[in-house]
């Protein structure tokens, strides 16, 4: 690879021009050589940051900004305005199952949001459903990998473990009942307010979760269906359900 | 190409060495800053919405 290496070498050779040509040659296949070195270094360090850089910023946003939701709680009234601030975010996800802490819930399924390590609740194509409403399908997404990877353990949960997601005022505890585990990308059904793959023919109060799947890819989507079971005031010192002790 | 660099760096070994080091730790930052956050969106890896195809602009 240096200069001196084939020199030296084609210092040897009988005539000056096939030396020229081997010199020539052999520079090309060295360019070429480190060219290829350096592409698989990008790669690795391309790794790295999807799997690891990009979770340290996006779980240092989503801690800032549920940190002000908190705060903005703290400071307004009981039943003042900002009850429900869609821009900062609703409230919180906890999933004992996924034992990744509390996740921000915030409006819009953009990368721009998801990025930020949150999860976000549908707009479109189906409208999510909220909490509080009477009835509907309460639908969100978030990253299985990177950017926090927020869902990264949904296929943790099984039937019957608690989703519970807490508002300003009110604890909402889910039971899952039903998940898809692999599913077409374009399967906008499962969004549904009653979402009839789940065995649901009834309009109720439903939450659904969708992130990627299998790991590491986005080929297929994973769905996971919970259902209300029953919701509890918040108290003054935010005392958590049963479920999250 | 990285022996030319390294022949047209200023200084002793060790001075190279630095301002090699410096040039690495600068192409990992415009990298991680700048390149990597533009090409994601374009890659297939971390789509976590369910969506009408093609059409649909997430």
């Known amino acids: 690879m240096t200069a001196t290496g084939y020199d030296e070498d084609t210092d040897r050779s009988p005539s000056p021009a096939p030396r020229r040509a081997r010199g020539i040659i052999a520079s090309v296949v060295s360019v070429i050589g480190e ?12 790794v790295a940051y999807s799997l690891w850089w990009t979770n340290v910023l996006a779980d240092r946003e989503a801690n800032k900004q549920g940190d002000q939701v908190r705060k903005h709680w703290a400071t307004s009234g009981p039943k003042g305005p900002g009850a429900l601030d869609t821009k900062d975010g609703i409230g919180f996800l906890h999933v004992p199952a996924m034992s990744g802490g509390e996740m921000l819930v915030k409006k819009g399924t953009d990368s721009e949001i998801l990025n930020e390590g949150v999860a976000g609740y549908y707009t479109e194509p ?19 990998d ?25 604890w909402y505890i889910y039971k899952v009942y039903a998940t898809l585990e692999e599913t077409s990308k374009y399967n906008v059904d499962v969004l549904d ?7 649901k023919r009834q309009a109720g109060r439903y939450i659904t979760l969708t992130t990627c ?33 | 190409m990285y022996g030319w660099i390294w022949r047209h760096l200023p200084g002793n ?19 991680f800053q700048y390149v990597f956050p533009w090409a994601e969106p374009m890659l297939p890896f971390n789509d976590v919405t369910v969506d009408r195809g093609m059409a649909a602009v997430r």
């Open chain 1, 35 to 46: 060219l290829l070195i350096t592409a698989g270094v990008i790669l690795a360090l391309f």
């Open chain 1, 126 to 144: 189906v409208k999510s459903g909220l909490p509080q409403d009477k009835k509907g399908n309460f639908t969100l997404a978030a990253h299985r």
């Open chain 1, 146 to 170: 990177g950017h926090g990877a927020k869902f990264h353990n949904i296929d943790k949960l099984k039937d019957g473990d608690p989703i519970v997601f807490e508002s300003k005022d009110t």
């Open chain 1, 193 to 199: 307010a009653v979402p009839k793959e789940s065995g």
């Open chain 1, 213 to 245: 799947t299998p790991v590491y890819t986005s080929n297929y989507r994973y769905i996971v269906w919970g259902e209300l079971e029953r919701t509890e005031k918040v108290d003054a010192d935010r005392t958590r359900p049963k479920e999250l002790r």
């Open chain 2, 13 to 31: 070994a060790w001075v190279k060495a630095f301002i090699s080091l410096v040039l690495v730790l600068a192409v990992v930052f415009v990298l």
